[in-house]
């Protein structure tokens, strides 16, 4: 039986599920660079395939770090709040350059 089994089969889930968030933000890069309307879907497109790869990197030092404070049952210092914030920033981020890319849309540029 694997010590603390319930914490790791968490903190996994969590890292899986924003591995698929990052693998959506990345396809719907691609899918923003593939339309022909101009250059600005070109440069959204990166940059959300870009901010995809960072919120990888992110997440996997994240699991990283919460699997080595589950195994030495450290709870107490929680090192990963400025993981969070980075991550929540990051979405941010990602939500502005989405909105920026629609407003160009809408404004026919």
């Given at each position: 039986?694997?010590?603390k089994?319930?914490?790791?089969?968490?903190?996994?889930?969590?890292?899986?599920s924003?591995?698929?968030?990052?693998?959506?933000?990345?396809?719907?890069g691609?899918?923003?660079?593939?339309?022909?309307?101009?250059?600005?879907?070109?440069?959204?497109?990166?940059?959300?395939?870009?901010?995809?790869?960072?919120?990888?990197?992110?997440?996997?030092?994240?699991?990283?770090?919460?699997?080595?404070?589950?195994?030495?049952?450290?709870?107490?210092?929680?090192?990963?709040?400025?993981?969070?914030?980075?991550?929540?920033?990051?979405?941010?981020?990602?939500?502005?350059?989405?909105?920026?890319?629609?407003?160009?849309?809408?404004?026919?540029?």
């Open positions: 039986m694997i010590e089994f319930q914490e790791h089969a968490s903190n996994e889930r969590t890292y899986l924003w591995i698929r968030t990052a693998v959506a933000i990345a396809g719907f691609i899918v923003i660079e593939r339309l022909p309307s101009n250059a600005n879907s070109t440069w959204t497109g990166l940059a959300l395939v870009i901010s995809s790869a960072v919120l990888v990197a992110l997440a996997s030092l994240r699991f990283l770090v919460i699997r080595r404070q589950i195994e030495r049952s450290d709870a107490g210092r929680s090192m990963f709040g400025a993981i969070e914030v980075l991550f929540s920033s990051m979405l941010a981020v990602l939500l502005l350059t989405v909105f920026v890319f629609l407003l160009g849309l809408a404004r026919g540029g």
